[in-house]
């Protein structure tokens, strides 16, 4: 399984940081996988931002310290999923991270990781 | 939230020797209904992302070397490297998979003495 993340690494504050995991290997909608986005940052150490799952239907969770800024989809058609982060200030500038949510709840394997720099 | 605390927050150990790290959690994190400790550690080394070294708070992920053990149980746990090796030079965390949020600890540097 390989996670293959892309998107821009420098976003304007108040806009919308935009990172997309392609997936190999497995798919997005296993029954025992879920799908997250992490970061990581001086300040604020690894944070797990969300995840989003198939169960017979799409289940989404966030952390609350950015749920109403998050927004993380699935794409099937693609087999892959996104992450959506608006409104974004200097304190979201991180490495951030796709990973795999295993059965054996734990996370494996990890994208690249993305830089991602807030700044005008 | 469940908070993860790691200590010591860095360690320089003697390669050859052991070199061990701690992890406390602010609530167990044993499951009831399996029994299972849902307690991960990692390694990270620069410029790459964290690889899960340790699962259910002692079972080795696959190709990891046995050197590496994970012990613990409720809100205790440890992870330890019985002989060092040059390669072992990263950062350790932990992480708690009990709960959303998932959390991890704030690391712990490892070095070479």
């Known amino acids: 399984v390989q996670l293959q993340q892309s998107g821009p690494g420098l976003v304007k504050p108040s806009e919308t940081l935009s990172l997309t995991c392609a997936i190999s290997?497995?798919?997005?909608?296993?029954?025992?996988?879920?799908w997250n986005w992490i970061r990581q940052s001086p300040s604020r150490g690894l944070e797990w931002l969300g995840r989003?799952?198939?169960?017979?239907?799409?289940?989404?969770d966030y952390a609350l310290s950015v749920k109403s800024r998050i927004t993380i989809n699935p794409d099937t058609s693609k087999n892959q999923f996104s992450l959506q982060l608006n409104s974004v200030s200097p304190e979201d500038t991180a490495v951030y991270y796709c990973?795999?949510?295993?059965?054996?709840?734990?996370?494996?394997?990890w994208g690249q990781g993305t830089l991602v720099t807030v700044s005008s | 939230d469940i908070v993860m605390t790691q200590s010591p927050d860095s360690l320089a150990v003697s390669l050859g020797e052991r070199a061990t790290i701690n992890c406390k959690s602010s609530?167990?994190?044993?499951?009831?209904?399996?029994?299972?400790?849902?307690l991960n550690w990692y390694q990270r080394k620069p410029g790459q992302p964290p690889k899960l070294l340790i699962y259910?708070?002692?079972t080795r992920e696959s190709g990891v070397p046995d050197r590496f053990s994970g012990s613990g149980s409720g809100t205790d746990f440890t992870l330890t490297i019985s002989s060092l090796q040059a390669e072992d030079v990263a950062v350790y965390y932990c992480?708690?998979?009990?709960?959303?949020?998932?959390?991890f600890g704030q690391g712990t540097r490892l070095e070479i003495k």
């Open positions: 990973t795999r949510g295993m059965s054996v709840a734990a996370f494996g394997p």
């Open positions: 290997g497995d798919s997005v909608s296993n029954n025992g996988a879920s």
């Open positions: 989003t799952y198939y169960r017979s239907k799409w289940f989404s």
């Open positions: 609530q167990s994190i044993l499951k009831s209904s399996d029994k299972k400790n849902y």
């Open positions: 259910w708070a002692s």
């Open positions: 992480q708690q998979y009990y709960s959303i949020p998932i959390t």
